[in-house]
């Protein structure tokens, strides 16, 4: 890939950094639904100045530009550190995959809405015995009059207590091979037979939930792809939600490298050897981070939609944001664990980077198999 802007690529960042230099909103704040709603309000900023869905089709509220294009947006937020978005499920994977296995009806329907961070997306995938192992779900979903009746049990389910929508596999034949015998439903949380329990993390927040659905009704027309052909529409779900990480989370990383430096000389460790030798060890890393997303995307540029390479900058982003902030809390030293402050959130938060969108393990797994071609270990 050829790493230099052109002009109109270059015109089209100069235009987003000086408009984010007047309406980035700043520092978020506090408390979990207060920072919620902010992040709403900033989403809804942005889609009004035609900034959100970059690269989504100008007739359903997107921009209709290159994804070149949103590779500088990600990157221009990063580095002007503008506040997260509210709707991150719904324009990472939600929308991409309405776009690709969506009927017209339902890109009308659903993507504006995600766009303005008026209608909330979840990603009802995960069940108590069903992670890694996706297709081995459990989750039912029987035919009932013009659509279907789901009953079942997800867990880990972000955001699911703002969410309007869950982008939900369950099982609709039981007795197909377990990969074949799923389908993909748009589930609309708002009706009596779903129930959302919080589940509090080890940072104190309640990011997750559970999901209890006891005959939830789904139409027909909420059924994206065929009945059956479930599993092909969750694994777009997962190479975009893998590849929609990589270019914010390699200039998230720098910027934190930044972070870490400052604190370095705060505590006057500069000419430390092993401090700088773990600093420069992590900056390379960062570095390789950047240059792979750059290659996922030429990927994508060239099939169309993300590949399993994006597994490699999700894998390598959990890896150096772990090791940055465990350095961070090296340098802060014993009391570190126990203060309530950016590092040790940040720090604990990093734990959930190797499990979060594919533990690394299957990460791995995905990368010999299908970016290496090695043997199939199944
Ligand atoms: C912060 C956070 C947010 C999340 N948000 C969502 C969400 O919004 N929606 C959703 O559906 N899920 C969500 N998840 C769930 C996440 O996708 C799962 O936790 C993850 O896929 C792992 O599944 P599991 O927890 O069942 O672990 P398991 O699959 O039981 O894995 C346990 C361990 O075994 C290893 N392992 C399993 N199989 C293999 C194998 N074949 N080869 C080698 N090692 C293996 C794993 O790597 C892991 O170390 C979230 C998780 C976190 C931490």
Redesign the pocket.
């Known amino acids: 890939m050829d790493l230099t802007l052109s002009p109109q690529e270059q015109a089209f960042r100069d235009e987003l950094r000086e408009w984010l230099e007047k309406n980035n909103p700043g520092q978020e704040p506090s408390g979990e639904q207060d920072m919620f709603k902010f992040r709403r309000e900033w989403q809804k900023t942005l889609h009004d100045a035609g900034y959100a869905g970059l690269s989504w089709p100008k007739e359903y509220g997107g921009r209709g530009a290159t994804l070149i294009e949103q590779a500088i947006f990600n990157e221009e937020m990063a580095r002007q550190k503008a506040p997260g978005l509210a709707n991150v499920?719904g324009l990472v994977m939600g929308g991409p995959v309405v776009i690709a296995h969506g009927t017209p009806e339902q890109k009308e329907r659903f993507l504006t809405p995600i766009l303005s961070a008026e209608e909330i997306w979840?990603?009802?995938?995960?069940e108590?015995?069903?992670?890694?192992?996706?297709a081995s779900l459990k989750t039912r979903a029987v035919k009932s009059n013009g659509g279907w009746n789901i009953t079942g049990q997800?867990?880990?389910?972000?955001?699911?207590h703002e969410a309007k929508w869950c982008m939900l596999v369950a099982r609709t034949d039981p007795d197909a091979p377990k990969h074949k015998g799923l389908t993909y439903f748009l589930m609309d949380m708002e009706q009596e037979g779903v129930q959302v329990r919080p589940l509090v993390?080890i940072t104190g927040e309640s990011?997750?939930n559970e999901i209890f659905m006891e005959d939830a009704y789904v139409p027909d027309e909420n059924v994206v792809g065929e009945p059956g052909q479930g599993w092909n529409v969750a694994i777009t779900t997962l190479m975009n939600e893998r590849a929609g990480l990589a270019f914010g989370s390699a200039v998230a990383v720098k910027l934190a490298l930044g972070d870490l430096m400052d604190l370095v000389r705060e505590r006057g460790l500069e000419e430390d050897p092993i401090i700088r030798q773990r600093v420069g060890q992590l900056y390379i890393e960062a570095e390789t981070l950047r240059l792979n997303a750059y290659r996922g995307l030429t990927s994508q540029m060239k099939h169309g939609i993300p590949g399993p390479e994006g597994s490699l900058p999700k894998w390598q982003w959990s890896d150096i944001n772990q090791a940055l902030t465990e350095l961070a809390m090296d340098i802060r030293g014993p009391e570190a664990p126990t203060v309530d402050e950016r590092w040790t959130y940040r720090f604990l938060r990093a734990r959930?980077n190797s499990?979060?969108?594919?533990?690394?393990?299957?990460l791995?797994?995905i990368i010999a198999e299908r970016v290496l071609g090695l043997p199939r270990?199944?």
């Not at 979840?122 to 995960?126: I, N, T």
């Not at 108590?128 to 996706?134: A, F, Q, T, V, W």
């Not at 997800?154 to 699911?160: F, I, L, N």
Request: hydrophobic share 30%; proline share 3%.
């Open positions: 499920l979840c990603q009802g995938f995960s108590p015995e069903s992670g890694s192992d996706l997800k867990v880990w389910t972000t955001y699911a993390q990011e997750f959930a499990i979060e969108g594919g533990t690394t393990e299957i791995k797994n270990m199944r």
